[in-house]
């Protein structure tokens, strides 16, 4: 009988279901103490919220190296982290920190969500209307935005009492353990919209990672293609942000063990890799944080470090080079 050998890239994907599903379990059912009955809906909201992140987070990161053809970037760099606290703070600032709390959660999110995904349409459609611009001054334009946002939003912060900056500075950094669970139905909804656009466009991943150049004598729509993936991914990063906070060397840090574990640039290996990272991060790091150090620390610093020490180490290796 002939024998069954797995490529590199198989054993790798087999070996992060497993950890994935061993880390989903884990989560689900240790030190789970009374009725099942009110244990599997209540860690369950929890566990589909850490999923949707996790996806969110992943694929966003991914697609977004791939059309600025840098493994570097991450969206964050692109300012959407600094218009949602700008957005936050504007809040507190103009409406009091009371309305930070009682604004309803659906509100709130479709507000950041048409914030975003304005800013990046029209962002992306100003930069891409003159053929001569390139994706480099897209992502430069970017963070001059990001850095204006920051500006704004450190300028109004220090007009705030600080009470009132109390109560906004919880919202600056992602939260893991309190997930708005009501948001999860409307976020599913939209990521499945997002999945299903970017699934039809699925043979072009490859092809636009080879530069703009090549993807257009190659017979790709360079600039249509790269316009709907950029709003897509502000729409996975809008999602995340809604649920968690915001998220600035995650993405970084499961994209680039992706890349290193897969050993290949193709994306039908590097995304289900680097989505299947980012569970066994979010939802085995909040085990172990949860059921055996009780919360003494935050998930989000750890992973936040991490993923800072990846991007320190990418810039180090390329300028050695």
Known sequence: MPSLRWSRPTIVLAILAAL???SIVCFMTLGARGSWSFI?????????GLLLV???VAVSTVLFQTVTNNRILTPSIMGFDALYILLQTSIVFFLGPQMLALM????QFSVELVLMIGFSWLLFQWLFLNEGRSLHLLVLVGIVFGIFFRSLSSFMQRML?????????DSFFASFSTIDTTLLGVSMGIISVVTLVLWRMGH??????LGRDTAINLGVEYKRSVVIILVMVSVLVSVSTALVGPITFFGLLVASLAHGLVGTSKHKLILPAAVLLGVIALVGGQTLFERVFEFDTALSIIVEFLGGLVFIILIL????R
Request: net charge positive; charged share 15%; hydrophobic share 45%.
């Open 20 to 22: 994935a599903l061993i």
């Open 40 to 48: 599997i809906p209540f860690r369950g909201r929890k566990l589909i």
């Open 54 to 56: 996790a996806y969110s």
């Open 104 to 107: 309803n959660p659906y509100m």
């Open 161 to 169: 009492d600080p009470n009132a900056f109390q109560v906004l500075q």
């Open 204 to 209: 072009t991943f490859d092809v636009l990672s």
């Open 317 to 320: 290796r390329g300028a050695a």
